[in-house]
């Protein structure tokens, strides 16, 4: 399956910049569509651009390893419609048409190539309607269409699955008329309307755009499922501000490695004071979030960066309690310390082992009544050093002795008693 991307746009709300090559959280707003798409199917990109941008999109194209065809459109100021008609020798019978200034989620992307037709959204959540392309729908097909409409049934999202046989009217107008717009096309051609409501798209068309849609993006990155009750209600209230900040700045595996040094910091500030150390190992587990956020917001996600992070965090946990334990624990309470920290590595080993055996989530299936998870662990360790002018530390060894091992063991229980 092919794909046509109208990119001869001149971007003039945009100061002329080559809009499909913007950075949207950390990706290229055309790298992400393509790439989504061809991870769905789609083998090969017609990419419709002008004298200016074809060199740049040539290029990024080529670096990027997109199977790809470049038409030159000498004449943009003829309209979007005109750009699209000259795609026509270049697809199959059924093809797709998308414009290379939109941004859509992976699951509507997935969704929409099941479908045919001008793809509509009667549940537009993230653009504004009055600037959007509004389109009025009768008999599942397309009556009129434009931002001039008072009267519509849904919005256009500027992805569509087509036929070849549209291009037969798509020429009578372009004979007809000096100027033609898409719209023009889709209205005379009465196009079949199919709906996908409530998913994640935008059409980047200003600077604040930008910014709204890296918001959004950031924030659809969090991860749903396997958090803890502290990462959900404080750590997640806070790291996706840090990433959005960050994302067009730094790669996911800076943002691990400023995790892991400020846990080191942590680690090495418990022999000066108690309290100011357990501060900042909360922050680390804070910023422990930021690498897969941007590593998901910016389509750069890889087992490499999921595994480092994960043995980088049991090495600040190990020598944060360890620390703890040399600073504040005296003779037979090291044994309590020694619990404690096995119980901690126990609970990351048991559920990715779960993952390594059965292929999914360990909370996928299972919701464990005990807490321990990390960011439960490392606030409570941060409350006990706060609390430790009045509480010994040796009370944070014996609870954390007991929960994490308490939680191991109900993990295991539950998987005996169901099987999985």
């Given at each position: 399956?092919?794909a046509?991307?109208?990119?001869?746009?001149?971007?003039?709300?945009?100061?002329?910049?080559?809009?499909?090559?913007?950075?949207?959280?950390?990706?290229?707003?055309?790298?992400?569509?393509?790439?989504?798409?061809?991870?769905?199917?789609?083998?090969?990109?017609?990419?419709?651009?002008?004298?200016?941008?074809?060199?740049?999109?040539?290029?990024?194209?080529?670096?990027?390893g997109?199977?790809?065809?470049?038409?030159?459109?000498?004449?943009?100021e003829?309209?979007?419609?005109?750009?699209?008609?000259l795609?026509?020798?270049?697809?199959?019978?059924?093809?797709?048409?998308?414009?290379?200034?939109?941004?859509?989620?992976?699951?509507?992307?997935?969704?929409?190539?099941?479908?045919?037709?001008?793809?509509?959204?009667c549940?537009s959540k993230?653009?504004?309607?009055?600037?959007?392309?509004?389109?009025?729908?009768k008999?599942?097909?397309?009556?009129?269409?434009?931002?001039?409409?008072?009267?519509?049934?849904?919005?256009?999202?500027?992805?569509?699955?087509?036929?070849?046989?549209?291009?037969t009217?798509?020429?009578?107008?372009i004979?007809?008329?000096?100027v033609?717009?898409?719209?023009?096309?889709?209205?005379?051609?009465?196009?079949?309307?199919?709906?996908?409501?409530?998913?994640?798209?935008?059409?980047?068309?200003?600077?604040?755009?930008?910014?709204?849609?890296?918001?959004?993006?950031?924030?659809k990155?969090?991860?749903?499922?396997?958090?803890?009750?502290?990462?959900?209600?404080?750590?997640?209230?806070?790291?996706?501000?840090?990433?959005?900040?960050?994302?067009?700045?730094?790669?996911p595996?800076?943002?691990?490695?400023?995790?892991?040094?400020?846990?080191?910091?942590?680690?090495?500030?418990?022999?000066?004071?108690?309290p100011?150390?357990?501060?900042?190992?909360q922050?680390?587990?804070?910023?422990?979030?930021?690498?897969?956020?941007?590593?998901?917001?910016?389509?750069?996600?890889?087992?490499?960066?999921?595994?480092?992070?994960?043995?980088l965090?049991?090495?600040?946990?190990?020598?944060?309690?360890?620390?703890?334990?040399?600073?504040s624990?005296?003779?037979?309470?090291?044994?309590?310390?020694?619990?404690?920290?096995?119980?901690?590595?126990?609970?990351?080993?048991?559920?990715?082992?779960?993952?390594?055996?059965?292929?999914?989530?360990?909370?996928?299936?299972?919701?464990?009544?005990?807490?321990?998870?990390?960011?439960?662990?490392?606030?409570?360790?941060?409350?006990?050093?706060?609390?430790?002018?009045?509480?010994?530390?040796?009370?944070?060894?014996?609870?954390?002795?007991?929960?994490?091992?308490?939680?191991?063991?109900?993990?295991?229980?539950?998987?005996?008693?169901?099987?999985?």
């Amino acid at each position: 399956m092919k794909a046509v991307v109208l990119c001869s746009g001149l971007a003039t709300r945009m100061g002329g910049t080559i809009k499909p090559l913007i950075k949207v959280a950390g990706r290229e707003i055309i790298y992400r569509t393509l790439k989504i798409l061809q991870d769905n199917g789609v083998d090969e990109f017609i990419i419709i651009a002008n004298k200016i941008n074809k060199n740049a999109l040539t290029k990024f194209l080529e670096e990027n390893g997109f199977k790809f065809k470049i038409v030159v459109n000498e004449q943009p100021e003829r309209g979007s419609g005109y750009s699209f008609y000259l795609s026509k020798d270049f697809v199959n019978e059924r093809f797709v048409l998308i414009m290379g200034d939109h941004i859509f989620e992976e699951d509507f992307i997935r969704n929409a190539l099941k479908l045919d037709g001008l793809i509509c959204d009667c549940d537009s959540k993230f653009v504004n309607v009055e600037e959007a392309t509004k389109v009025l729908v009768k008999n599942g097909r397309v009556t009129d269409i434009g931002k001039h409409l008072n009267n519509f049934t849904c919005i256009d999202t500027g992805f569509f699955i087509l036929t070849k046989d549209i291009f037969t009217i798509a020429e009578k107008l372009i004979k007809e008329k000096k100027v033609v717009e898409l719209s023009e096309i889709i209205k005379e051609a009465k196009v079949n309307v199919n709906t996908l409501n409530g998913y994640f798209w935008m059409d980047i068309d200003t600077p604040e755009d930008v910014k709204r849609a890296k918001k959004i993006i950031v924030r659809k990155s969090v991860k749903k499922g396997e958090d803890g009750f502290i990462s959900r209600h404080l750590n997640r209230k806070i790291s996706p501000l840090i990433s959005e900040k960050l994302i067009d700045r730094i790669d996911p595996i800076h943002a691990t490695i400023m995790s892991f040094l400020v846990g080191i910091l942590s680690s090495l500030v418990v022999f000066f004071s108690i309290p100011l150390s357990g501060i900042i190992y909360q922050i680390s587990s804070i910023l422990d979030g930021v690498d897969g956020e941007i590593a998901r917001a910016a389509m750069k996600t890889s087992k490499t960066g999921g595994w480092l992070d994960s043995t980088l965090d049991r090495y600040v946990d190990f020598l944060f309690l360890t620390c703890l334990a040399v600073n504040s624990l005296v003779n037979y309470e090291w044994i309590l310390a020694l619990f404690a920290i096995f119980g901690s590595f126990m609970i990351s080993y048991t559920t990715e082992r779960y993952r390594a055996e059965f292929k999914e989530s360990f909370y996928k299936r299972h919701r464990p009544v005990v807490f321990g998870k990390r960011d439960e662990r490392i606030f409570l360790i941060m409350l006990f050093c706060l609390l430790s002018p009045w509480v010994d530390i040796f009370y944070l060894f014996v609870v954390i002795a007991i929960v994490t091992n308490l939680r191991v063991v109900e993990s295991i229980l539950r998987v005996i008693l169901l099987k999985r």
